[in-house]
């Protein structure tokens, strides 16, 4: 998978993520004064979100020493929002407060809720211990549920069997929530045999599959061009009178039709799709249909799919990540460019990922000039380039045999010192080589040692136990440019085609 495809997958990029984290301070910054109007602890916690990183405890402290009152329930909703908005540490602290501070007994689901917090903010292994130190007696089958989510995210699949077993043994199961996690994570490593005996398992028990079920079970036939199973199962699920189908399904079909080679028989489940936008999924839904357009080759629907994106009257980052690879991917850089200069002139939040598209896209084409011109702008703009930029030219340079400018790229990567933009290992080796062919065996050295002093031995023992006779410089084929990926992660959410399921102790 190249780094254009994983910047269109990945709508809140971590790259995004890096330049916010940069914002934050290293002191905690409260309010010294609330007007009355309007003033609520819901809107003191909201607006604390500029610094994730800090304690949200202050805050509650500071609403207790004016005299105001704290009400469990609107804790609760607040930890609900948390969780929604990925403030997961943040949830978890005033989760923690409710129980310990304001001694509040906590619900199974608030259990089973904090568990899952845990678990995404100190780890499994934390979770596990939480999970124990909970009496027999309170352990519920949401509070099961939510460690067999947290196994499965980890993808320990051996524990993870084993706590469905015991949630078989233990209770009752009439919802099919559990087994939507056991489906999606057999889906997400490929055990596809597993899927349709657990479903035939849960018609013999009288567990009605669901919306995420059904979803789940169509990505997994998308996913592997079973052309027939997916249209089988879409059959059966048009003909479930009480089954809503959304967008998202047949968005699913119509790439599992475009994954076949089957373009043609997309675009009528594409315009399906589309009449099934809500006013609520139109963000998401929009951007998915700018990608599946573009891969099935209709620049005119990319463009009338943008129209109607703009129509919402709010422009995000990740519609313009969207609409300006899937332009690129069809070869179209003057719509491109063009719609970038919208971007640039008007946005009012700096996203990195979007020069980078067309950064990465130009030097997979070798247009390393017009690469070259979107780096001067960004330094233009008063901005410093992310390490993926200068990773992603190194490698373009590469490409071209112009190993002086590759050397001078590879050491502004390391030097932005930043994990998720690092070079790929071919790229550096391709590096050392021309340094050592150069006779500069003290250079190479230099750029070994400032890849250890900047904390990548792994990158240094991989360039140091390398093939002999491996030649990066050989590689025509764009995989060097191509396994960026292997340092710049895009995304932190497992997801299975176009859906991503959660585990929601409190449903």
Same mark, same amino acid.
């Given at each position: ?36 109007? *309007? ?70 689901? *608030? ?66 929530? #559990? ?139 990740? *519609? ?24 640039? #002139?008007?946005?009012?939040?700096? #996203? ?21 011109? &979107? ?49 790929? &290992? ?27 002093? &900047? ?53």
């Amino acid at each position: 998978m190249n780094h254009l495809r994983r910047a269109r997958e990945s709508l809140d990029s971590v790259t995004t993520r890096v330049l916010r984290r940069l914002s934050y301070s290293t002191q905690t910054r409260f309010p010294t004064s609330f007007s009355d109007a *309007g003033d609520s602890l819901r809107l003191r916690i909201i607006t604390h979100g500029g610094v994730k990183r800090t304690s949200i405890i202050p805050v509650l402290h500071q609403w207790i020493e004016e005299g105001k009152r704290v009400k469990p329930n609107e804790l609760v909703s607040l930890i609900r929002l948390l969780r929604q908005r990925r403030r997961f540490k943040h949830a978890l602290e005033i989760s923690e407060w409710l129980s310990d501070d304001m001694k509040q007994s906590i619900a199974p689901g *608030g259990i089973a809720i904090q568990l899952d917090l845990i678990s995404k903010v100190h780890g499994l292994e934390q979770a596990e211990k939480y999970f124990n130190s909970i009496p027999e007696s309170v352990r519920s089958l949401e509070l099961h549920g939510a460690l067999l989510n947290c196994y499965a995210k980890n993808k320990c699949l051996v524990k993870v069997e084993g706590m469905f077993q015991k949630i078989r043994e233990s209770f009752s199961v009439k919802k099919p929530l #559990s087994y939507n996690v056991m489906l999606n994570l057999y889906a997400q490593l490929g055990r596809h045999e597993k899927l349709d005996a657990l479903m035939l398992e849960m018609e013999e028990q009288g567990i009605n599959c669901d919306s995420f079920t059904f979803n789940i079970r169509l990505n997994a036939y998308a996913s592997t061009s079973d052309i027939e199973g997916m249209e089988k199962l879409l059959l059966k699920m048009e003909a479930d009178p009480c089954l809503k189908l959304d967008w998202n399904i047949y968005a699913v079909a119509a790439n599992g039709y475009l994954k076949a080679g089957l373009t043609e028989m997309s675009l009528p489940l594409l315009k399906r799709a589309e009449q099934l936008i809500s006013d609520n999924a139109a963000k998401y839904a929009y951007e998915t249909l700018l990608t599946l357009y573009a891969s099935s080759g209709r620049k005119d629907e990319v463009y009338r799919v943008w129209n109607l994106y703009k129509k919402m009257g709010r422009f995000y980052n990740s *519609g313009y990540i969207c609409v300006i690879s899937s332009l690129v991917k069809l070869d179209d850089f003057d719509g491109a460019e063009m719609i970038f200069a919208g971007w640039e #002139s008007g946005h009012t939040v700096y #996203s990195a990922d979007i020069p980078i598209v067309l950064i990465s896209a130009y030097c997979q084409r070798d247009f390393l000039e017009k690469a070259e011109g &979107h780096v001067n702008r960004i330094i233009k703009g008063g901005k410093e380039p992310h390490a993926a930029v200068w990773s992603i030219l190194a490698s373009g340079y590469q490409r071209n045999n112009k190993m002086e400018k590759a050397v001078a790229a590879v050491k502004k990567a390391i030097l932005a010192n930043s994990p998720l933009g690092m070079p790929n &290992h071919l790229t550096l080796v391709a590096c050392v080589d021309y340094l050592e062919a150069q006779g500069e065996g003290k250079a190479a050295n230099e750029l070994l040692k400032m890849l250890k002093d &900047h904390g990548h031995d792994r990158l240094v023992n991989k360039i140091n136990n390398r093939n002999v006779g491996e030649n990066a410089h050989d590689r025509k084929d764009g995989s060097a440019l191509g396994q960026i990926e292997e340092n710049v992660e895009l995304h932190d959410e497992e997801k299975s085609g176009f859906i991503e399921f959660k585990y929601e102790a409190d449903s």
